[in-house]
């Protein structure tokens, strides 16, 4: 099983306020969850990842949360700005399967001022 | 250090017709990727090379899509004869090499519609 799922579709926070998003996948032999923002117009660009030996990791306002166990894992926009508006994707990757990224659905996330 | 480049940026076309997409990697980056984006879903790969040849191309649609990469640089998508459902984004990355830790760099896309 390839699939990643996400949560919600879509999601509005007041600027200032906490997005988060939330991925769950089935495949254990997945390594490596990296998670991508997209500007419309624009490709998808890597915004922080996590491996699976790490129950968290955070880079400035955007922290992941990974619970290997229930096999889910979170973004955490904290102090969102309205320039957070964007597309976010959750994604997963098999090493083995040569860097092939499997990507969750999208969450298009609205910071309003 | 110069992105991943492609065009068109934006292609109209009409059911039937053929299309064709560009994507010139970063320099040195063995591995190039095609992404199928269609509105409100997560990209999917279509093919995967490293260098100029094709190492994962289970999710192409063979009967319409084709690709190469010549010399293991630029790469063009193909679709003859194109569908209505294949209005979407087609995406572009490349990555350094093909094994894990290397992250995939995505050009802007080439918004593709088909009436």
């Known amino acids: 099983q390839q699939q990643v799922k996400q949560s919600p579709q879509s999601l509005i926070v007041q600027k200032g306020g906490i997005s988060i998003i939330n991925c769950a996948y089935e495949?254990?032999?997945?390594?490596?969850f990296p998670w991508y923002q997209q500007f419309p117009g624009k490709g998808p660009a890597l915004l922080i990842a996590?491996?699976?030996?790490?129950s968290e990791k955070k880079e400035g306002r955007f922290t992941i949360s990974f619970n290997k166990s229930a096999k889910q894992f979170s973004l955490h926009i904290m102090d969102s700005q309205p320039g957070d508006s964007a597309t976010y994707f959750c994604?997963?990757?098999?090493?083995?399967?040569?860097?092939?990224?499997?990507f969750g659905g999208g969450t298009r996330v609205l910071v309003k001022p | 250090e110069a992105g991943v480049a492609q065009s068109p940026r934006y292609k109209i076309i009409e059911k039937r017709q053929s299309v064709a997409f560009w994507c010139n990697p970063i320099s040195g980056h063995a591995t190039l990727y095609w992404y199928q984006q269609i509105l409100g879903q997560g990209p999917k790969l279509l093919i995967q090379f490293q260098n100029n040849g094709v190492v994962d191309d289970s999710q192409l649609p063979k009967d319409r899509f084709s690709a190469e990469r010549l010399k293991g640089v630029d790469s063009t998508l193909k679709i003859q004869p194109a569908k209505l459902e294949d209005s979407a984004v087609y995406l572009c990355?490349?990555?350094?090499?093909?094994?894990?830790?290397?992250?995939?760099?995505f050009g802007p896309g080439t918004r593709l519609t088909v009436t």
């Open positions: 495949n254990t032999a997945f390594d490596y």
């Open positions: 994604a997963a990757r098999i090493k083995a399967a040569g860097n092939k990224l499997t």
């Open positions: 990355a490349s990555s350094l090499v093909r094994g894990g830790g290397y992250e995939q760099y």
């Open positions: 996590i491996r699976p030996d790490v």
